[in-house]
């Protein structure tokens, strides 16, 4: 069975950084495309970013482009996602997941792990 487990949320305050992590397994993950989503409180799932196999990497432009950077380790199977200069709209619960595009965005492949929460707050 598919796991993704992700880590690296905390309580930071404007301005500050945080790297997340997603340790996966049970799938070939070095020859598959690798996303973050997040999900605000009262809203909908959203994809953050995606890094394919190859190392290409795409953001949602609107909310992350610039601040948050993607990665992967294909030896430690994780992915990262490193968030600079947070702000209290990034406040979400992520997570990872393999991906797939559909409808001009980005969707999950798998069961959706327990995510990593982030609050960003002064």
């Known amino acids: 069975q598919v796991q993704l487990v992700e880590s690296g949320g905390g309580l930071v305050q404007p301005g500050e950084s945080l790297r997340l992590s997603c340790a996966a397994s049970m799938f070939r993950f070095s020859t598959s495309d690798m996303g973050w989503f997040r999900q605000a409180p009262g809203k909908e799932r959203e994809f953050v970013a995606v890094?394919?196999?190859?190392?290409?990497?795409?953001y949602n432009v609107d909310s992350v482009k610039g601040r948050f950077t993607i990665s992967r380790d294909n030896s430690k199977n994780t992915v990262y996602l490193q968030m600079n200069s947070l702000s209290p709209e990034d406040t979400a619960v992520y997570y990872c997941?393999?991906?797939?595009?559909?409808?001009?965005?980005?969707?999950?492949?798998?069961?959706w792990g327990k995510g990593t929460v982030v609050t960003v707050s002064s």
């Open positions: 890094i394919t196999w190859r190392g290409l990497k795409e």
């Open positions: 997941n393999v991906v797939r595009a559909r409808g001009g965005t980005y969707v999950g492949n798998y069961s």
